[in-house]
Nanobody
Framework: QVQLVESGGGLVQSGGSLRLSCAAS????????VAWFRQAPGKEREGVSC????????LDADSVKGRFTISRDKAKNTVYLQMNSLKPEDTAVYYC????????????????????WGQGTQVTVSS
């Protein structure tokens, strides 16, 4: 059974950085697409970044392009989300998700495609 555990969230000032981690057990993350989503209070969950299997392509939402970078460490079976130049509007609970397909299916309206989710990690950016 897939278990995804996110970590690295916290409170940071505007302009600061955080690195989120998504560690997997019972699942070889390197063979499948992994995505980061976020959900702010009162808003729908949205796709932030996605990385395809292996050294595949990545996708970033327009709102984070140039500031967030998704990457994977095969040896650690972990996917990261490096978040720089954080803004108050980045405040949300961040989730990682994966499923049995190798390529990222886009970022908009794709939540239903992912069957395995972590518990989420809170990111709060103060102004």
């Amino acid at each position: 059974q897939v278990q995804l555990v996110e970590s690295g969230g916290g409170l940071v000032q505007s302009g600061g950085s955080l690195r989120l981690s998504c560690a997997a057990s019972g699942w070889p993350l390197n063979y499948y697409a992994v995505a980061w989503f976020r959900q702010a209070p009162g808003k729908e969950r949205e796709g932030v970044s996605c990385i395809s299997a292996g050294d595949g392509d990545s996708l970033d939402a327009d709102s984070v392009k140039g500031r967030f970078t998704i990457s994977r460490d095969k040896a650690k079976n972990t996917v990261y989300l490096q978040m720089n130049s954080l803004k108050p509007e980045d405040t949300a609970v961040y989730y990682c998700a994966t499923d049995v397909f190798p390529d990222c299916p886009g970022l908009v309206g794709i939540e239903y495609l992912f069957g395995s989710w972590g518990q989420g990690t809170q990111v709060t950016v103060s102004s």
